[in-house]
Every structure is written in structure tokens, then in C-alpha cells.
């Protein structure tokens, strides 16, 4: 079955500090993952997008990585800003003649001042 | 280069009242794909539609549910005689071709029955 999990489901952190979300998926056949940020009464926004051959991705402070063989990938939030306060999506995409995107529920991040 | 607008933000009807929800695709875009997130969930897929065509709507509810995208003009979709338990934040996003470039999200709208 095509499925994506994240842990933890939230989390709270002080700001200034580094944390890591984590996404586990048995999709296939995989064709990209990717991270979303999610203010709240918002759209997702795309942060990151991996392909299989893809190990690691940076967007600022965000660091993307990618292990196709466990098929894990993380988020790491480098120097956590109070804006950074929002849910993170995993969403992993497979390409079977189109494409269809497998949605992980998201890890809900606090940074408190 | 405006990004995908949905609209309203805000939609409020009565047990048994229609929704209309409008989507326009950015510019270049004619494929759209529809996301319903209930409250404190995440989003669920419900169609993708092409114009004039509905590619997939595998996570669209049988009853009461509906989605266009016309040739001229937004996607829509429709809840007829909506319930209390169709309140949620409903989602577009579109893209320029099948596969998943360019996959950008709308802001939302967020539908309250009462």
C-alpha cells in the first residue's frame, strides 16, 4: 500500500534551536518527494523537491535529505525563527503513466520565544 | 504573475444549501487538482481535471459532489445540500503539464456549515 508517515505528529521547540521532522514512505514507483510548509489558514507552500537521485537539498535555513534505499527522508530547521511555527508536509509523488501525490498528515511545529 | 486563486476565502451556508468553490490556475496551468483538510488533518486528494475533463476523481465523495473545469473560466467545484460534516478548508492546486512541475498551491476555502 502507498502510504507516508511523519513523525513526530508535533512538536515545540525554543526559538534559536535546530530541529529534525522525519518521513518514512512505502510509495512506488517513487518519482519525487517533497516538503511543504503550512501556516495556518494557509496554502502549503513547497520548500524542497528531490528526485531518486537527489541526496540532500537546501532552501535557507532548510535542509532536505533523501535515502531512496530506506525510503526516509528528512527536515532539518536550522536556527528556528517564531515564523518557522507551522505544519510541515511530506508529500511523495509516483509516476505510474501519470503522476499521482501521496500525502504524509504533517508534523505541527511550536517555536516559542 | 498572479499564483492560484481560489475564491471565497470564506464561505458559510446553511444544512442543505449549496457551495460553489472557484479555482483559477496561474497563468500557463490547465491542470487543477482539488484537496479537501478537514480540521486538524491533513489533506486528502479528492480530483484532478484537465480542462474540460476529469482526469481522476477517485477521492471524491458519490453523492452530492461535483467538479468542472471548463474550457472558459475557474474550476469549480460544487457541494450540493452540504451538512455539517462537509465543513472544512477545501485546497487547489494546478500545474502545466500531467506530471509535477511547477505543482502550486492556492490559499484556500474554507467552507463553515451551520
Known amino acids: 500500500k502507498n502510504q507516508v508517515e511523519q513523525s513526530p505528529q508535533s512538536l515545540i521547540i525554543l526559538e534559536g534551536k535546530n530541529c529534525t521532522l522525519q518521513?518514512?514512505?512505502?510509495?512506488?514507483?517513487?518519482?519525487?518527494l517533497r516538503w511543504y510548509k503550512q501556516d495556518t489558514g494557509r496554502g502549503p507552500v513547497s520548500l524542497t523537491i528531490m528526485t531518486f537521485s537527489e541526496n540532500t537539498k537546501s532552501n535557507g535555513r532548510y535542509t532536505a535529505t533523501l535515502d531512496a534505499d530506506t525510503k526516509q527522508s528528512s527536515l532539518h530547521i536550522t536556527a528556528s525563527q517564531l515564523s518557522d511555527s507551522a505544519s510541515y508536509i511530506c508529500v511523495v509523488s509516483r509516476n505510474t503513466g501519470g503522476f499521482k501525490t501521496i500525502f504524509g498528515a504533517g508534523t505541527r511545529l511550536f517555536v516559542k520565544a | 504573475n498572479a499564483g492560484v486563486m481560489q475564491n471565497p476565502r470564506h464561505l458559510v451556508r446553511r444544512r442543505g444549501q449549496e457551495a460553489r468553490l472557484r479555482c483559477s490556475p496561474m497563468?500557463?496551468?490547465?491542470?487543477v487538482y482539488w484537496y479537501r483538510q478537514l480540521p486538524e488533518e491533513g489533506l486528502k486528494f479528492m480530483v484532478y481535471l484537465q480542462k474540460e475533463n476529469i482526469i481522476d476523481e477517485s477521492g471524491m465523495p458519490k453523492e452530492r459532489f461535483s467538479a468542472e473545469f471548463p474550457k472558459e473560466g475557474p474550476s469549480i467545484l460544487r457541494i450540493q445540500q452540504v451538512v455539517r460534516g462537509d465543513s472544512a478548508a477545501y485546497f487547489c492546486?494546478?500545474?502545466?503539464?500531467?506530471?509535477?512541475?511547477?505543482?502550486?498551491f492556492g490559499s484556500g476555502t474554507r467552507l463553515t456549515v451551520v
Open positions: 518521513c518514512n514512505y512505502t510509495v512506488s514507483p517513487f518519482s519525487n
Open positions: 497563468k500557463g496551468h490547465s491542470h
Open positions: 492546486a494546478s500545474s502545466p503539464d500531467r506530471g509535477d512541475r511547477g505543482y502550486t
